[in-house]
């Protein structure tokens, strides 16, 4: 990861500044290529990760940014404190008709807002943020790591009772599902939707430290595969792996346990492992794409990174003088849902990259000092490789790619953005850090 130089602490690679209010959500969209950011205020940031400024600055909301999601690469979901959750058109060709004026500095008219195409009323006293999937299962590989589903489902905690969960659909707006596991469990604090095996599953957590898993039935009721009070304290977030063959739970207590979210012939009623960090208020949970590591964001100032597999502590990141509220990792080497989580930590994909433009310069070196012999008439007289290629109808010599080795600056820097395997962390004092992880 973000390697500590002679015994000094690991730093961050850059600092964002421009929050006026503590950052509350984070997000990376298309591809890595922007990093979206949500404050108290419910002011939205779109970062350019190739240049590290604003591309976008708007008040979606009225009152605090509970979630954000990107949907394909051209939309984006917000979800407020103001009781509304917003699907807004933001396509690269949108960002030009947007304010790029950082929400700390003052702005004589209120900033533009992109297109709104959908609006639902939803509950949000539980400070619970949405979750969502594709209306129907993933049917290919390409769907799974960059979805773009024309209709997606959106699970919230219910209008009226705190502890059910309203499912709905969009772009129709209708509501789907009620889904009641319980009346004893106090209010839903987190949430997960998702398809498992073709089937829509439910995970949810709990204001009195109880997680559960259920699924819809063909029949159309919820039938519930696990439930298990592994926190004294109430849940604050979780995350399914990739592989979508178990989850994560953190809470105000400091347990972190991981819970099976295969569906199995009985209910399951204890987690498959609890670990004691010994840090109480973690929250924003996030397990990495790749499935090797998971992140948290602490109220003592202090980010945490986790072995997947183990649980075991990998890093702690500090940087902020005050409590951090969201996390968020860039996607790297997808997992597709159900393949089994990897175990060992593979080689970065910056060094491979670094091979082939390394490669590419020198075979360009050749080519070009070939023709300037060529010009003097000092060309070298062929091989007997050479000829022996002719012969065969192959030619061995090595040919320059221009684009390859003239790389210019802004597609070097998209590249490194989109390819580097960032860590952002929000904090109480507006600002967000972005690490390079391992």
């Known amino acids: 990861?973000?390697?500590?130089?002679?015994?000094?602490?690991?730093?961050?690679?850059?600092?964002?500044?421009?929050?006026?209010?503590?950052?509350h959500a984070a997000a990376f969209v298309r591809a890595n290529e922007r990093l979206v950011t949500g404050d108290?205020?419910?002011?939205?940031?779109?970062?350019?990760?190739?240049?590290?400024?604003?591309?976008?600055?708007w008040q979606a909301h009225d009152k605090a940014i509970l979630g954000i999601a990107g949907l394909g690469r051209d939309r984006l979901i917000t979800h407020g404190r103001d009781s509304k959750l917003i699907v807004w058109k933001l396509a690269a060709d949108d960002e030009a008709t947007l304010s790029t004026r950082l929400p700390l500095d003052v702005s004589p008219?209120?900033?533009?807002?992109?297109?709104?195409?959908?609006?639902?009323?939803?509950?949000?006293?539980n400070f619970c943020a949405f979750s969502h999937c594709p209306a129907s299962p993933v049917g290919n590989a390409r769907d799974a790591r960059e979805p773009d589903p024309a209709e997606v489902l959106v699970a919230v905690p219910n209008t009226l009772a705190s502890e059910a969960i309203d499912i709905f659909h969009l772009p129709s707006q209708t509501l789907q599902h009620t889904v009641k596991l319980g009346d004893k469990n106090g209010m839903v604090m987190a949430l997960s939707l998702l398809h498992l095996a073709d089937t829509l599953t439910l995970v949810a957590g709990y204001e009195n430290g109880m997680a559960i898993v259920a699924r819809l039935d063909p029949q159309g009721t919820w039938t519930i595969t696990y439930q298990a009070q592994a926190h004294s304290q109430p849940i604050l977030s979780l995350d399914v792996s990739p592989s979508h063959d178990y989850f994560v739970t953190s809470g105000a207590d400091a347990p972190a346990p991981a819970a099976s979210a295969a569906p199995a012939p009985d209910v399951q009623t204890r987690p498959l492992k609890t670990v004691n960090t010994k840090h109480a208020g973690q929250q924003s949970l996030r397990i990495r794409s790749d499935g090797r590591v998971l992140a948290t964001a602490g109220w003592d100032s202090r980010v945490r990174v986790y072995s997947a597999k183990t649980l075991a502590e990998a890093a702690v990141l500090k940087w902020h003088a005050v409590g951090c509220y969201a996390a968020a990792f860039a996607e790297v080497d997808p997992v597709l849902p159900g393949s089994s989580s990897p175990s060992s930590p593979s080689s970065p994909a910056p060094l491979a990259g670094a091979a082939a433009v390394a490669g590419a310069a020198v075979a360009g070196a050749a080519a070009a000092d070939k023709e300037d012999k060529e010009e003097t008439g000092q060309a070298d007289e062929p091989t007997q490789g050479d000829k022996d290629d002719e012969r065969g109808g192959r030619s061995n010599r090595?040919?320059?790619?221009?684009?390859?080795?003239?790389?210019?600056?802004?597609?070097?820097r998209r590249q490194q953005a989109t390819t580097a395997r960032w860590l952002a962390a929000g904090s109480k004092d507006g600002k967000v850090s972005l690490w390079d992880v391992f």
Do not use: C, Y
Request: proline letters at 11%; glycine letters at 6%; aromatic letters at 4%.
């Open 1 to 23: 990861m973000t390697a500590a130089n002679h015994g000094r602490p690991p730093q961050p690679k850059s600092i964002l500044r421009g929050h006026k209010a503590q950052v």
């Open 398 to 412: 090595l040919v320059a790619v221009p684009k390859l080795v003239a790389v210019t600056v802004g597609e070097r």
């Open 109 to 125: 008219e209120p900033r533009p807002r992109p297109w709104m195409l959908h609006m639902l009323a939803v509950n949000t006293i």
């Open 40 to 57: 108290a205020d419910g002011f939205i940031v779109v970062w350019d990760l190739a240049i590290l400024r604003p591309r976008a600055v």
